[in-house]
């Protein structure tokens, strides 16, 4: 069985003897140790108990235990029908919990009620044989979720003394919803793999993968399409609830999965939205169960791009993110997967290119539009430039495609704008030496326009000292990439472990963790 929630009993199952009757209850000590240990591997606990509440928190306060358990029904009233209310609030599965308790005719109570409910006696030895069988199936995943059912508790209780409709409700709770996309995904892959293969209950396509396969589709950005959902509102942070992948080819999702936190919210219908903007002929026919109703219409979109929005996503995901960063990756689609690899990851912050927020992408095609919001940012002092961004005419406006004038121009005023701060900057040149077919020319990439803005660059980094160069032309192969602007993994490598090399020698730095 597959357990997310145990609803203890309190009387002669957490504890010895029966509070209402004024024992002077003894904690059952191996039992408060499960309680805790599940909080550390991602597992909820409640409590149903026939008890007077405010005397049962008192006594749970007393043994420091009160904050280990949600969603808590203590009172003199039959317990099927307040468990069977508690997991529909909860928004879980009854296969997904354990009810514990020491009186067989609760038991069977609460088993009539809920029929796919799993229940135990807790004075049999079967009990803790049960209970420490969870705990390793569990030990693996390092998650506390307390917090985030108590957002989704106070969320419900707040509805429950509103008389007004659910979706005035939602409107009144300031959904947001952020998309991290193609390699920024890779930051978050071990929540996305437990998402997948831990949800049923909102998987729509029931999929299944490893941790092995993930990584490789995400990589593979020329097939595969990928979206992570993050979520927060006036209650609180939801995190990473939901993930999507599309096949490019076949237009067809092969993931489509959210947390039963995301239940009630309409994310489902404001995700494929966001989808069928980029695929209006996506192909939802394989789901396995019905999409719900809610249209989602009152959530908010804040961009991943954002600076802020992004730096507050990572910080919330990853603890490690909390450190300020000291170098920034700033190389369009391919600079997720190159922080990805560097040694330095976790003291590095990325850019995300999208083309619709070019005030949030720094290049100096943006700079001459928005410099007055890109001047706000805060960039570390050591920054990596993926060159190629600016060698294609939709990264232009349209009265400023690039020529040789205004692009030496921009390089100009690129550099001039960094040399103000103080920065080291590494622009990455991409290769002006593969075949024909590796360029875009509909967008008015070539390989001699790669080659004469290579040039380029190479004479304006002459000019400014703390301007360096990595020419991709010295050692890519046909074999690196797709075509001239994608890499597959083992090339981001390779650059990676080169900008990691150069950071060393600017910053006088040690490697901080080896490379994956």
């Known amino acids: 069985m597959e357990i997310k929630l145990i609803i203890w009993d309190l009387d002669d199952t957490l504890w010895q003897g029966t509070l209402a009757e004024g024992d002077a ?16 591997c991602g597992l909820i606990s409640a409590i149903c108990s026939k008890n007077d509440f405010a005397i049962a928190k008192n006594k749970l306060e007393s043994f420091n235990l009160w904050n280990e358990f949600v969603f808590s029904r203590i009172a003199f009233v039959p317990k099927g029908a307040a468990i069977k209310q508690m997991i529909e609030d909860m928004q879980l599965r009854a296969a997904n919990v354990l009810f514990v308790d020491d009186n067989v005719h609760n038991l069977y109570e609460v088993k009539s009620v809920v029929p796919d409910i799993n229940v135990i006696n807790a004075t049999q030895p079967e009990c803790d044989i049960l209970l420490q069988q969870i705990l390793d199936n569990n030990k693996h995943i390092s998650k506390n979720r307390v917090e985030e059912y108590r957002i989704l508790q106070a969320k419900i209780d707040d509805r429950k003394n509103q008389s007004v409709s659910n979706e005035a409700f939602l409107q009144s709770s300031n959904i947001h919803i952020s998309f991290a996309s193609l390699l920024a995904n890779l930051e978050f892959k071990e929540r996305i793999v437990e998402l997948i293969n831990r949800s049923n209950q909102l998987n729509y396509t029931q999929s299944r993968i490893d941790f092995e396969a993930l990584t490789a589709m995400m990589m593979d950005i020329t097939r595969y399409d990928s979206w992570s959902i993050f979520v927060w509102d006036n209650y609180g942070y939801y995190g990473l609830v939901g993930f999507a992948m599309i096949d490019r080819h076949s237009k067809t999702l092969i993931h489509f999965v959210f947390s039963c936190r995301a239940m009630h919210m309409g ?39 954002n600076p802020e929005i992004r730096a507050m996503i990572r910080n919330k995901e990853n603890s490690a993110h909390k450190q300020e960063a000291q170098i920034k990756i700033m190389y369009g689609c391919m600079s997720g997967g190159i922080a990805y ?19 949030c992408y720094v290049s100096f095609s943006t700079l001459r539009t ?9 960039f570390p002092r050591t920054l990596v430039y993926g060159a190629a961004f600016d060698y294609y005419n939709s990264s232009w406006t349209p009265d400023s495609l690039p020529v040789e004038d205004n692009f030496v121009d921009g390089l100009y005023e690129f550099c001039q704008f ?3 701060g103080n920065y080291k900057i590494l622009v990455v040149l991409p290769p002006d030496n593969m075949p024909d077919t590796y360029y875009r020319p509909w967008d008015g990439n070539t390989r001699e326009r790669t080659t004469a803005f290579n040039d380029a660059w190479r004479m304006i980094a002459r000019s400014f000292p703390f301007v360096a ?27 990676a472990e080169r900008i990691d090399a150069w950071f060393e020698s600017v910053e006088d730095t040690k490697p901080l963790v080896e490379t994956c």
């Open 25 to 40: 209850v003894c904690l059952y000590e191996h039992r408060v140790d499960f309680v805790r240990a599940y909080n550390r």
């Open 267 to 305: 994310i489902e219908h404001a995700v494929l939205r966001k989808i069928k903007i980029k695929y209006p002929s996506l192909n939802i026919s394989q789901f396995k169960i019905s999409l719900p109703t809610l249209d989602g219409e009152w959530l908010t979109e804040d961009e991943f791009v």
């Open 341 to 359: 690899y560097s040694r330095y990851r976790e003291v590095m912050d990325f850019d995300v290119a999208v083309f619709e927020q070019r005030n």
């Open 370 to 378: 928005h410099a007055a919001e890109i001047s706000k940012q805060q």
């Open 418 to 420: 960094f040399e103000k």
């Open 469 to 495: 160069t990595l020419d991709l032309t010295a050692f890519a192969t046909p074999q690196d990439m797709p075509d001239a602007a994608h890499y597959y993994a083992g090339f981001m490598q390779k650059i």
